[in-house]
């Protein structure tokens, strides 16, 4: 039986864990999609990996309260790859879709870069603030669909120096840097060899790729850099693209 799955932050269950208070759209989706009454089976999920069944006690129109009987493992369990993707800003509705499927493929975070061919150019802080409610939501909805108890963290939108020194710190063994490009890459499993890599901040440029300045400016900061054969992808292809093939290669997507 497929679950029947709602989200709720950790601060929305009691202190002693025994109940939980789902909020005014989960409530209504509970009641009026769903259509569950007192007594039904429902799971909970905290967005920080950890699930739990539930049995509803009350319902309105602004709140729902259940009772939690168990904590379960999640629907689905998480990749054991960390996987940052790194994504240049993207016009339209092209970056809600990376976010969407990158969630769903099993990313832990999404940044969203400001790079010198970005598509897009945020006017101000309001605007900025919007958008990153908006991709949230789209995780969290992403995060429900595919099973996931934990929701990716979507950052508001950095400058790509900002990235790189964020970054700085990133490296040993387990960890990789990969910016993919069009041109002066090598294979992504060149990059991987035989290392046991665990930790991956994948960076993917826009439609008019990155400049020569960036790609070099990558290198100086110790980022691998990546070319996906022959032919030329949109961007928001591109992305979906890489998360796939670094889930497959290290992840569990095979």
């Excluded at 900002?162 to 910016?179: A, N």
């Amino acid at each position: 039986m497929t679950r029947r799955r709602f989200f709720a932050p950790p601060s929305s269950f009691a202190v002693d864990r025994q109940s939980v208070r789902l909020d005014a759209a989960e409530a209504r989706h509970l009641r009026d999609v769903l259509r569950l009454h007192r007594g039904d089976q429902a799971y909970v999920f905290d967005g920080e990996g950890k699930e739990f069944q539930c049995a509803v006690a009350d319902s309105s129109r602004d709140y729902a309260q259940l009772s939690v009987m168990a904590e379960v493992q999640p629907a689905r369990q998480e990749s054991p790859l960390d996987l940052t993707l790194a994504s240049a800003l993207l016009k339209g509705e092209k970056f809600d879709l990376v976010v969407q499927k990158a969630t769903e493929l099993g990313v832990a975070r999404v940044l969203p870069i400001i790079t010198e061919r970005a598509d897009i150019r945020l006017r101000d802080d309001g605007e900025t603030n919007k958008r990153v409610v908006r991709w949230q939501r789209i995780a969290l909805e992403a995060a429900k669909q595919s099973g996931r108890a934990r929701v990716p963290d979507v950052a508001p939108p950095q400058t790509f120096p900002f990235l790189l020194q964020s970054c700085s710190g990133e490296s040993g063994p387990g960890s990789l840097k990969v910016m993919f490009s069009e041109r002066d890459g090598q294979r992504l499993d060149e990059s991987i060899k035989s290392r046991a890599v665990t930790r991956v901040i994948a960076l993917v440029g826009s439609e008019g790729g990155w400049t020569d300045e960036e790609i070099a400016q990558a290198q100086q900061a110790g980022w691998a850099i990546v070319t996906l054969g022959g032919r030329t992808l949109r961007a928001e292809t591109a992305a979906i693209a890489v998360v796939a093939l670094l889930q497959n290669l290290l992840g569990d997507l095979n």
